[in-house]
């Protein structure tokens, strides 16, 4: 059943590609609004109030991976722009503490991104297999009828 219904929403590619697209810029925005915001937020201020703003944005980020992990590109498209311009004020920050923070957040980035890729791999795994257990139930019943 969930195959058949996936058969017949594949007709509606074009409004997929419509939301997908909208939901990917709208990721977007998000991640720009949260990553300037860290960057304001850091600049200049005690260094226990800095980190407490990166650890911040790493919660947020950590938590786009079950949320936008299914769909890689809106994932990039928050999680890219929400995390870079703290890396790259902090690279070019004469600070130290900036600096080793920009450090983590590019450790960060790395171990989120690879986790999201994981993540998204077995999402598609479980439709899968949801989706050949569905077409298994039906086959089962056909030949349950035929048995009959």
Known sequence: MLKHRYARSRRQ???????AFWFTVISFAEGIGWGWA???LAAGGPVA???MVV?????I????VPAFGPYLPAFAAFFLPATLPYLVFGLWSADPYQHAGA????????GMGALAIVFNRTFRQLISMRMAAEQMAID???QKDIAE
């Open 140 to 142: 089962l019943k056909r």
């Open 55 to 59: 650890l911040v944005i790493a919660g």
């Open 49 to 51: 109030v800095q980190y």
């Open 38 to 40: 860290v960057v304001s």
């Open 13 to 19: 590619d074009d409004a997929l590609s419509h939301f």
């Open 103 to 110: 450090w983590f957040m590019l450790l960060f980035i790395v």
């Open 61 to 64: 980020c950590s938590a786009a």
